[in-house]
């Protein structure tokens, strides 16, 4: 998939990125968070922006995007739910 596109160190480094992240977050061994956060870390070394702490910062904005989203929409279930 990715593997012809960036070389292995740089593949290295986003591999010890997600594993850094995933470890730090609950749920962060489920495939949905792996997927989300590996996105973010793809894309952030597509743009050119390959150390461990520039891949690792990538995935933790996406666990945070995504954080957000969930309390966002578990905000707007327990309104429609008190109406």
Do not use: P, W, Y
Not at 6 to 14: G, K, N, P, V
Not at 28 to 47: D, F, L, P, T, W
Not at 53 to 79: H, I, K, P, W, Y
């Amino acid at each position: 998939m990715i593997e012809g596109t960036f070389d292995s160190r740089t593949l290295a480094r986003m591999n010890l990125a997600l594993e850094r992240v995933c470890q730090t977050v609950i749920g962060g061994e489920a495939h949905s968070v792996r997927k989300r956060v590996a996105r973010r870390i793809i894309k952030c070394a597509r743009s050119g922006k390959t150390t461990v702490e520039e891949l690792t910062n990538a995935g933790e904005r996406a666990v945070m995007r995504f954080t957000r989203s969930q309390r966002t929409s578990l905000s707007g279930d327990a309104g429609r739910l008190a109406s």
